[in-house]
């Protein structure tokens, strides 16, 4: 049967699929429990008491790069929610279909993009 003739995965297709997103899960919650301890490390004092324009120059720095790792762990979070939200699907049988055209995801779109919900044609359309 032909991939657009089916109108979801099989079983063995989404079990692939869920130990895939189950993997990417495990690493993205050990990344963002990773940044979480460093901004909090960062939010020490600490007892260094260097002085003048130095210090002035590492809490810019400083602020600069707890803000990068703020965006981070936001966009980390986003991705989890996304990743579970892919799971829920896996759990209901409509993982996998285009929310668009109704037709199967290829499984290499979803192996690059777990978390997609359209087809490669379908998203560019909505991007124009």
Do not use: W
């Not at 869920?18 to 940044?35: A, F, P, V």
């Not at 130095?54 to 602020?63: I, M, Y």
């Not at 996304?82 to 290499?108: F, S, W």
């Amino acid at each position: 049967m032909l991939q657009e003739e089916k109108k979801r995965y099989s079983e063995d297709d989404l079990k692939e699929f869920e130990k895939l997103i189950g993997q990417k899960l495990d690493d993205t919650r050990g990344e963002l429990n990773y940044i979480k301890e460093s901004l909090s490390k960062r939010n020490d004092s600490g007892t260094d008491n260097t002085s003048g324009n130095s210090k002035l120059l590492e809490d810019g720095a400083d602020t600069s790069e707890r803000e990068n790792l703020s965006q981070l762990a936001a966009r980390l979070q986003k991705f989890i929610q996304q990743l579970d939200a892919a799971m829920v699907r896996i759990k209901n049988g409509t993982y996998g279909v285009c929310k668009d055209t109704g037709k199967l995801i290829p499984k290499e779109r979803l192996r690059a993009v777990p978390h997609t919900q359209q087809t490669i044609e379908a998203k560019l359309r909505q991007s124009k």
